[in-house]
């Protein structure tokens, strides 16, 4: 998100614009946590994980009550447009804060989970595959020189994405992903027939959200149905923090310029998207009322170059 940010800013300054930056979110709206930027304010952060400006939930900003008070900041600071970076539940507050006081708002798309409508990808899915990468790289070393099944749960509780491009760069022998119903008698007869031909260790990846009770309770299943000895690794908030990849820092710029021209060309109450190559602008309400495809074809992929 710091690229965006950085991107944001300085956009803003080249085009003789003023830019202010808020603080924790839409709870820094309310309480008028917002500084003044320039170009040295975002200057040593494109490496950054994470967010500078910090983030928080606020509960109050869902009442009109809330939303009245941060309009009103944003009004006394003369702020006459908003960059929003978030996922579904900043899009609904930006989207709402717009319909009822017509306060100019694009959004930025930046989840790990990559489960955003209308782009795609998202900031900081890029990074979060790849840290899960390098971790599972690892427990292949070590499934390897044990003989033991190892399960890896990454995040995604309603979404796979993470679970399925790691499941298939890491040769996983099976992944489970919300999407789909665990067939768990299916994964144990797969461990074996690769048992069978040769292979003396197997790595599991595990969506969150893909099994009640997550990995662990996956692992109690396969074992009393294999009786194989099995290990855990959940790599949970590890994957939302570390330096970003190059593709996360060129995205968050790319987005960021794109979210400050939007708004100059009277663009609103839109987030800005990638389309391959190109910027999209597509209407908010469209991003949270309608879900991101599942990749079918790479899923029905993963099964077969398990053999």
Known sequence: MNAAIRAVVR??????????????????????????FDARSVANIIQRGGTILRTARCQE????????????????????????????????????????????????PATIDNDIYGTDVSIGFNTAINIALEAIDRLRDTAASHDRLFLAEVMGRNAGHIALYVGVAVGAEAILVPEVESDLDKVVQNIILAKDKGKNSSIIVVAEGAFKGGAFAVEKELKERSGYEVRTS???????????????????SRLGFAAVKGLLAGRSGVMVGADKRDVVFVPLKEVFEKERNFDWELYEASKILTV
């Open 11 to 36: 956009t803003a300054i080249f085009k003789n614009i003023k830019v202010s930056a808020v603080y924790q979110g839409y709870e820094g709206l309310i309480e008028d946590s917002i500084e003044e």
């Open 61 to 108: 900003f869902y009442t009109p009550e809330g939303r009245k008070k941060a309009y009103e900041t944003l009004e006394r600071r003369g702020i006459d447009g908003l960059v929003v970076i978030g996922g579904d539940g900043s899009f609904k507050g930006a989207a709402t804060l717009y319909e009822e006081y017509k306060i100019p708002v694009i959004g930025i």
């Open 234 to 252: 959940i790599l949970g908030h590890i994957q939302r923090g570390g330096s970003p990849v190059t593709r996360d820092r060129v995205l968050g």
